[in-house]
């Protein structure tokens, strides 16, 4: 994780669902060190009592309306190697070798060690077209690591993926879904959902605009 913004690092004990969103809504997220370990970034989450389609959501889910959402719940209960490949082919394209291993997203699939507890699979004419490693609870849900199969035809896969999740955790009743952290433009993306927030080290923000200007013109990363 060289490079990736952390205020502060923690390892905790208390898995309870209380201490857990405790350190969530503290902009702490679980990390794929090891269990229990989590570090303060400059989070984004999209708080689901402001949430809406608006039309550019609707737009992205018109374009995968043939995707099915099927969850499995942690450790994975009949697990395929298919998976990992499909995860280090698209991590290795997207961001590089040594990025993410085949051997590390086994591990957080199938191992109780894993802070991970759900994997959301998209499937498409019942064959598995992309998943997400996700954490959730009761009142939260971390869309973690998503991967996809690059060579798809479907249009908009990967933010359809995650517009399916978050329609999802509205629908499930869920507080907040945690789109992970805002480090470099290229989490602009993530800023296109009513209600969506951003944790700057010390509150919650609400403007888009400005962690917009901050990711695009490489503002410092002061904390508040």
């Known amino acids: ?3 990736y913004l952390s205020w502060d690092d923690n390892t905790i004990t208390d898995f309870s669902e209380a201490n857990v969103s405790a350190m969530y809504e503290r902009g702490f997220v679980f990390t794929r060190l090891g269990k229990g370990q ?7 989450r999209v708080d689901l009592s402001k949430f809406e389609l608006n039309s550019e959501n609707r737009r992205i889910l018109r374009k995968v309306d043939n995707i099915e959402l099927n969850i499995e719940t942690l ?20 961001f590089g070798p040594k990025t993410f291993s ?10 109780n060690e894993s802070n991970y507890n759900k994997l959301f699979v998209y ?4 064959a598995p077209v992309g998943y997400c490693i996700c954490f959730e609870n009761n009142n939260w849900l971390h869309y973690g690591y998503p991967f996809y199969d690059l ?30 952290s805002a480090q470099n433009p290229s989490a602009v993306y993530k800023l296109q959902f009513a209600g969506v927030e951003w944790f700057d080290g010390q509150t919650w923000r609400s403007d888009a605009e400005e962690l917009k200007k901050i990711l695009l013109t490489g503002s410092p990363l002061a904390r508040g």
């Open 151 to 180: 060579n798809s035809k479907i249009d908009n896969l990967g933010i359809g993926m995650m517009t399916k999740a978050i329609a999802w955790a509205k629908e499930n009743s869920k507080k907040y879904v945690c789109l992970g």
């Open 102 to 111: 085949a051997n590390k997203i086994k591990e957080l699939l199938t191992s």
């Open 75 to 94: 450790p994975h209960p009949n697990y395929d190697w298919r998976i990992h490949k499909l995860g280090f082919d698209f991590y290795t394209a997207k």
């Open 123 to 126: 499937q498409f004419n019942n």
């Open 38 to 44: 989590m570090t303060q970034t400059r989070s984004v």
């Open 1 to 3: 994780m060289d490079g």
